[in-house]
């Protein structure tokens, strides 16, 4: 496969931080390379890498595959990932967790940095074949998890289903969602200790598994449109929920706040320009790219998203304007994969009670 063409960025208004390199070229920074655009695997808290399956046609055969962002991958100690179970699909992470989805209902929580894994007890009724899930674990003990699943209610609206850490049990919540809109497939996130999905309205379904409360929230005043591209993710020291939407003009990034109100983070110009030409992102001028930027789930404590831009996934810091890629093993899948962002810590995977 010819390699896509580089992009070029100028280091007054970006740093570019995708550099792959051997073990020469990281002791050759004496010898003229600028070690400021040196970038292994980025500040602490910023999102590592994804997780995803080389061809969504092919999920139930592959093997669950990782790429990292950054010039040097992290020392995973299994990088094949062969002790996690086959035919697993990643379906959230949380603060280092990952949670899988295999066959027959069956969950799995793990950990790749410390290579553990253990299986979740089953639910007491099989869910969907593809469900709406997401892992909510906490920032002081990521030990301490649920699991939700969002499911149909009878009387219309969602119903959830939960999984305690704590418990070794599943339970069914009280609260329903009233909203009858289908769930976004792989929209679901966790942030502040509680998860949320995007639904087709567009709108958001929101349900803290603590409280046991659920909720309907609008969407940003920019992605209320049908026409634009936006998806939702956690980001900052304090977890919030923020979504990244993507206008005509602009990558434009909120974040939830008090009241259920949507206020402005940042913002990323950019151009979209036609032709087969290599593209150039130029001091002053907005991020040019062929085909308008599509915004993936994204995980940082940092104030990072991740987009997906001509063929390459790029984590982007709404304040440093750093710009780190992942870098595939092989050709990079396509901009509808369900890219899971993970961020690569040590918390640790406790022995999952049976309740």
């Not at 970006?14 to 040196?38: E, P, Q, Y």
């Not at 074949?129 to 699943?149: E, G, N, Q």
């Amino acid at each position: 496969m010819e390699a896509l063409p580089a992009m070029v960025f100028d280091e007054s208004e970006w740093i570019l931080a995708d550099a792959v390199l051997d073990d020469d070229t990281l002791i050759a920074s004496s010898k003229g390379i600028d070690a400021d655009w040196v970038v292994t695997d980025g500040d602490e808290g910023a999102v590592s890498g994804v997780f995803f399956h080389p061809s969504a046609a092919a999920r139930c055969r592959l093997r669950l595959c990782y790429a990292p962002f950054g010039g040097v991958p992290p020392a995973l100690p299994d990088p094949s990932l062969s002790f996690l179970p086959p035919a697993a699909a990643a379906r959230s992470s949380s603060f280092g967790l990952l949670l899988l989805r295999g066959p027959w209902s069956t969950y799995y929580i793990c950990n790749p940095a410390t290579a553990e894994c253990r299986t979740i007890p089953r639910p007491p009724k099989p869910h969907p074949y593809d469900p709406a899930v997401a892992l909510v674990a906490s920032p002081v003990d990521p030990a301490r998890f649920h699991l939700v699943c969002a499911l149909d209610a009878s009387g219309g609206g969602y119903r959830f289903e939960i999984f305690s850490s704590v418990s070794g049990a599943w339970r069914q919540a009280s609260a329903v969602a009233a909203s009858a809109d289908p769930i976004v497939p792989g929209s679901g996130v966790s942030a502040a200790g509680a998860a949320y999905w995007r639904t087709s309205t567009p709108a958001v379904l929101a349900y803290d598994p603590e409280a046991d409360e659920a909720r309907v929230i609008l969407p940003p005043p920019r992605c209320g449109d049908a026409s634009e591209l936006w998806q939702l993710g956690k980001a900052g020291d304090d977890g919030r929920l923020c979504c990244a939407c993507v206008t005509g003009s602009a990558v434009v990034v909120y974040c939830l706040g008090p009241a259920d109100e949507w206020t402005v983070l940042g913002s990323l110009p950019l151009a979209v320009v036609g032709g087969s030409e290599a593209v150039e992102w130029d001091s002053g001028d907005p991020i040019a790219c062929k085909e308008p930027p599509r915004p993936l789930r994204f995980e940082s404590t940092n104030l990072e998203v991740v987009l997906w831009v001509d063929g390459r996934v790029l984590a982007v810091d709404l304040d440093s304007r750093r710009v780190r890629e992942v870098r595939f093993n092989g050709p990079a899948p396509g901009h509808d994969e369900d890219y899971v962002s993970y961020i690569s810590t040590v918390a640790p995977v406790a022995p999952v009670a049976s309740g």
